[in-house]
């Protein structure tokens, strides 16, 4: 079974709905894959995910209340096939990370819409972090994130 953590800076925005996404085509689908969801920082420990967040994943569906953020650690890199950073600033902080706590692990860091990206040059390359701004942000990023998902979950299925 391939484990994927899904990365933002506080986890409580990004890496959670594409946690949730991901955990709801496991579900639906009933695939060998494992998720969870992680931050770079250490901000929001034990929180729950954003509530405006939370608003525009139980509109497609999906309830994200459950999860609580928490930061990367080193078994992560060790534990996790696929280590997904929603953003360059990020992926980088990954990088970093894995290079210092667990070295030989660097590989596992990719950009969430990679994928996305290599299929579609028009779509970006990173997930915007929605938290300082209005809903609209935040809808905008959900529908990026389930493409994102998509195109990742396809991936999976074809590997």
Known sequence: MK???????GNICRSPA???????????ENLALQ???AATSN????????????????ARGIDISH??????????????????????SN????????????PGYEHKVELFLQT???????EPLEVPDPYFGGPEGFERCVDLIERGAKALIKQQGES
Do not use: W
């Open 67 to 88: 999860l609580r953020g928490r930061q990367v650690t080193k078994e992560d890199f060790e534990q996790f096939d696929f280590v997904y950073a929603m953003d360059r």
């Open 116 to 122: 996305l990206h290599s299929q579609n040059s028009d």
């Open 43 to 58: 901000y929001h420990i034990g929180e729950q995910p954003d509530k405006r967040m939370q608003k525009s994943m139980r």
């Open 18 to 28: 594409a946690e949730g996404f991901f955990q709801s085509f496991i579900d639906n």
């Open 91 to 102: 992926f980088h902080n990954l990088k970093a990370l894995a290079e210092r706590d667990a």
């Open 35 to 37: 998720v969870d969801s």
């Open 3 to 9: 484990k994927i953590l899904m990365v933002c800076l």
